[in-house]
């Protein structure tokens, strides 16, 4: 196990209608807000009408800004960090998925830094200072409630890329699983993709006597694949949807990570997706994920055995691990086809065309790898996205 420092500041309130205290956790941050949302679920839903009920009640003012879209977009940040310097708002309530927390997370960095915010997700700066940013969370995926990462895209060249700094904890979340009711499904099966993926690029990793971690992750993995069926069937069910919300959370918030190095290249890969074709992250994630898994899995067959028969109870073929593992990759696609999720390119409507340039996006033109567990070269990646095809 590798040495390690933990320490994640984010506060979770967790549990049925624990919304309505959002008003008085907000208020210890600033009285004028800005509150940030998506295209209109939270209205259809009636969560926005509580939310500002509830910072009225407390009273906070607050101006809005919605409309952001899903892959969030580097524009409408900056028009959030005009309006919070105008106006002077002090804090920035994020209503939403993944989208809406990392559109708040980067609005919130943009706000006291002189530069041009961008800077930060092209690697050419570090943010010192935020705005404080609080979530209340509608969609159990990207884990970004209580992660220290934002992802941006860039209109202009269509890029896609982080920014990771423990500037980006939100100060709370609000989780309530009940919000997760009116998730279209195509969503449902995003999230639970996200999910595992943010599991399994910790899970693939070379460090050694990691066992502890090794068996959370399983767990997780095990805990999201029976809540998903449940939830396919029910989408009310109140205890599945709280088991993977809060699964999404700890998937995410760094606590699996500890002791080892994570991999990250099935993300970055379906970062230059989600940046040309604007798919939703997880369904990208579904693609690229078994795409890699194949391509890779011979790098540690055990590591690979040992995920297929844990975590989808293949029959360990002591004869033949390699045969476990492939039966192990068989049942995640599987999984995800069950999910409507589809597992390949041609299954997105995504033809071979821009293959090369993704490659060239995703190693710089070839100057950089990516990857841990494999050190992927511009070719390798290239070669996945052929073979995802
Ligand atoms: O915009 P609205 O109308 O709210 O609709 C959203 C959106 O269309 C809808 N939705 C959300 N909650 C709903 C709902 N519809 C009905 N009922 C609800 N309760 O779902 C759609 C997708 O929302 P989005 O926020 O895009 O989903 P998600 O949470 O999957 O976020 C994806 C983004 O997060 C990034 C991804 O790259 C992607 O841009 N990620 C962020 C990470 C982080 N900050 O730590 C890590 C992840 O790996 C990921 O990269
Ligand atoms: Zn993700």
Redesign the pocket.
Known sequence: MDNFVFQNPTKIIFGRGVEADVGDEAAKYAKKILLH?????????G?YRRITASLTKSGIEYMELS??????RLSLVREGIGLCRKNGLGFILA????????SA?AIGIGVPYEGDVWDFYCGKADPKETLPVGTV????????EM???????KEEGLL?R?C?STM?YPKFSFLNPE??????KY?VG??IA?IM??LMERYFTNTKHVELIDRLIEACLKTVIQNASKIMDKKDDYDAWAEVMWSGTVA?NDLLSTGREGDWAS?NM??EL?AIYDI???AG?SIVFPAWMQYVYKHDVSRFAQFAVRVFNVEHTFFDPEEAAREGIRRLKAFFSLLGLPVSLKDAGIGGERLSEMADKATEGGAASQGFFVKLNRQDVYNIFVSAQ
Do not use: M, R, W
Not at 95 to 102: K, L, M, P, T
């Open positions: 949302y998506g295209g209109g679920s939270i209205k259809n839903s969560l409309g952001v879209k899903p892959n969030p209503v939403g998925g993944g989208s809406v927390i990392d997370k969370l509608t969609i159990p995926a990207a884990g970004s992660s220290c990462g934002s992802v941006i895209t896609k982080p990771n980006l919000t997760a009711f009116t998730l279209p969503q995003c999230g996200d993926a943010h995410h993300h379906e970062h989600s939703a992250h997880g994630l």
